[in-house]
């Protein structure tokens, strides 16, 4: 079985630009979480989406927006680049349930903003 | 505010070395925790999750867990290390219950493991 894929891998973008980031999921899984990496950082939560809505939030600006598609695939768009928007991007994909979810991470898309 | 801290940020240890990482939690209500680890060049990968029931818990590669309620933490243990676990070890949390993936992560340990 494949697991969480993302798209690219590697990007460049010049501050003030936008960026698109994209995740499929594990087959099955409904929810999508998207990290921030920093270097020397833990993972830090951006969005959640489940069958579609927002389930959450974290604290990034409205710079930072997500959506997620009908056959659960899902978009990180951040505008206005800065060059304080480098890290690694980390999708997790998730199938709910009523103990706990167990989250499958992806490679993630390394972003360097210059 | 819910939070995760890991108290070492690099822990160096020669092979058969017993390990222990600590992480503890501020959380509101039940939670679930889990340790993920980052072999270089790797994914993060789950090594153990904790949701309930039996505090120790036992993850892949040997790796065990500890969850203490009235300390706030989940310890992630291995009796004797190797140097393939060479890698950055996350401790995660998340509101127990009911859950859609949204966790709060350590600031991560680095094990290095000299042979």
């Known amino acids: 079985d494949a697991g969480v894929t993302q798209s690219p891998t590697h ?9 698109t980031l994209r995740c499929s999921p594990i087959s099955g899984h409904k929810s999508v979480s998207w990290y921030q990496q ?3 950082q833990g993972p830090q939560f951006i969005f959640q989406y489940y069958e579609k809505e927002e389930r959450g939030r974290g604290n990034f600006p409205d710079r930072f927006s997500a959506r997620q598609f009908p056959n659960y695939s899902s978009e990180l768009n951040v505008n206005a680049l ?10 997790a994909s998730s199938s709910p349930g009523a103990r706990g979810a167990m989250a499958f991470f992806g490679q993630g898309t ?5 | 505010a819910q939070s995760v801290s890991q108290h070492n940020h690099h822990v160096i240890l020669s092979e058969a070395a017993s390990l222990e990482l600590g992480c503890n939690y501020s959380y509101g209500g039940t939670v679930n925790l889990f ?13 153990l999750k904790y949701f309930s029931g039996d505090p120790l818990v036992k993850g892949i590669k040997g790796f065990e867990a500890e969850f203490i309620k009235s300390k706030f933490s989940f310890n992630l243990r291995k009796p004797s290390v190797q140097w393939s676990d060479t890698a ?5 949390a998340e509101a127990g219950g009911t859950s859609y993936g949204k ?7 680095i094990l290095t493991v000299h042979p």
């Open chain 1, 38 to 40: 920093v270097l020397g």
């Open chain 1, 110 to 114: 390394r972003l360097t903003v210059v």
């Open chain 1, 82 to 91: 800065l060059l304080g928007d480098s890290a690694l991007y980390l999708c």
């Open chain 1, 11 to 19: 990007l460049i973008k010049t501050r003030g630009q936008h960026v």
């Open chain 2, 103 to 109: 966790l709060t992560f350590g600031q991560g340990t």
């Open chain 2, 88 to 92: 950055e070890y996350f401790c995660a």
């Open chain 2, 35 to 47: 340790w993920y680890v980052q072999y270089p060049g790797q994914h993060l990968q789950l090594l």
